[in-house]
């Protein structure tokens, strides 16, 4: 993505960033192995003795495996999209959780180049009270928003530094004498 003011010194209007974590993929594995474990004891067991405990076992296999294989994918990817007023965080495939951030409502923006996901917590869409909220994928680059409610949102991103740059630039235009 362009990330620097066009010739005629426009910025452009639309940046896309993304960051993925290919080892999700295999806890959604894990997640449908046991769904698979849930179906075959439900289909393949006689039901004669211990109905209740093979019940229990049916049920918690399938919503643990629901619970694992839903969960994972939700996070497998985040998309960043930053506009001319906005910006936008998808997670996974179905682009849930979303998060739309007005750049009205940010005071400044940093790049680090150290997010992991011990340090939040684990993977996932985060909140800590001492830290703020966070999206983190994966271990590695990433955008703190320093937001006016006193608030910060940090995602992992790819090229997070030319996103910084780009929201800083139009910070400015919003707000001219703002340096993020």
């Known amino acids: 993505m362009r990330d620097h003011p066009d010739a005629d010194g426009t910025l452009p209007p639309v940046w896309k960033g993304r960051a993925t974590n290919r080892v999700q993929w295999l806890f959604a594995l894990v997640g449908a192995a046991c769904l698979a474990l849930g179906i075959a004891l439900a289909v393949d067991s006689a039901w004669t003795s211990g109905i209740a405990a093979l019940v229990m076992s049916v049920v918690g296999c399938i919503a643990a495996g629901l619970l694992v294989l839903f969960g994972t994918l939700a996070f497998v990817h985040v998309d960043l999209k930053l506009d001319r007023e906005c910006l936008e965080v998808r997670c996974g495939h179905m ?3 979303r998060r739309r951030i007005p750049l009205s409502h940010v005071a ?3 790049f680090t180049a150290h997010v992991t996901p011990r340090h939040w917590g684990g993977w996932g869409y985060r909140w800590l009270p001492e830290k703020g909220t966070a999206v983190v994928v994966r271990r590695g680059e990433g955008i703190v928003l320093r937001l006016w409610d006193g608030h910060t949102f940090t995602i992992t991103v790819d090229n997070a530094e030319s996103a ?6 139009r910070l400015r235009t919003i707000r001219p004498g703002t340096a993020g």
């Open 95 to 97: 682009g849930l959780p």
């Open 108 to 110: 400044g923006a940093d």
């Open 164 to 169: 910084v740059r780009l929201i800083r630039d």
